[in-house]
């Protein structure tokens, strides 16, 4: 029979009151919470639960990008989260997932969480509240490196793009693109300077940096 493991425990009072040894854990059974000691301070340092980490996360820097290349990452069997949930949209742009999905930015407060944890239950069968907290942990960690602090509207971009002639060329070098990340970045909201959609249109184009430069001013010139 396998050994279990059992860890001091009591009332979140008696925790306060406990001074552990350094390294030791006890457990706060009032709010199912886990201490870390040092041997000298009272009560050690209540671990945060992944609960606790959804409100801590950046409200408005959680990107479209980095919670749809979060949910590429995972594969549960033969399904891949990307995929599921982007198959539950409906074409119809006035369907509220629809809405919400074509969202640049994917605050943790945002309702097209509450679609995706659906999406995914339905879809692998279970999907539970931590998993959701951890991807959009996930999502919030990726997110600083699809954006920048110079945004361009993806709109200003397509506009500076058409100017140029180059508009078609990029659309179907993106369409005949074999990677996801091609397409996921050319649909985004924004397209910060310093982004990678931006290096994909240069490769695209053949632009040289100061080309790039150039064409990236322009899409911010226009109102």
Do not use: C
């Not at 059974?29 to 996360?57: C, E, F, P, Q």
């Amino acid at each position: 029979m396998s050994a279990r493991v059992k860890h001091r425990r009591g009332t979140a009072t008696q925790n306060d009151a406990y001074v552990g040894g350094e390294g030791e854990i006890t457990v706060d059974t009032t709010n199912n919470r886990i201490r870390l000691h040092d041997g000298v301070t009272t009560g050690g340092v209540a671990m945060a639960k992944l609960s606790d980490i959804a409100s801590l996360l950046p409200q408005n820097t959680t990107s479209r990008a980095g919670a749809l290349f979060a949910l590429r990452g995972h594969d549960t069997g033969a399904i891949n989260w990307l995929s599921a949930v982007a198959d539950a949209v409906s074409p119809d742009e006035a369907d509220p997932f629809n809405i919400v999905y074509s969202d640049p930015f994917w605050p943790p407060s945002s309702a097209v969480w509450a679609y995706v944890f659906s999406t995914l239950g339905a879809a692998l069968g279970s999907f539970t509240g931590e998993q959701l907290v951890a991807l959009q942990v996930e999502a919030a960690q990726l997110s600083p490196t699809r954006m920048a602090t110079t945004l361009i509207r993806r709109g200003q971009a397509l506009q500076a793009l058409a100017a140029m002639g180059d508009l078609v060329t990029v659309q179907a070098a993106i369409a005949a693109a074999s990677d996801a990340d091609s397409a996921i970045l050319y649909a985004e909201g924004y397209w910060p300077v310093g982004g990678e959609i931006w290096t994909i249109v240069q490769t695209i184009l053949s632009l040289t940096d100061p080309q790039l430069a150039d064409l990236q001013a322009a899409a911010l010139a226009i109102p």
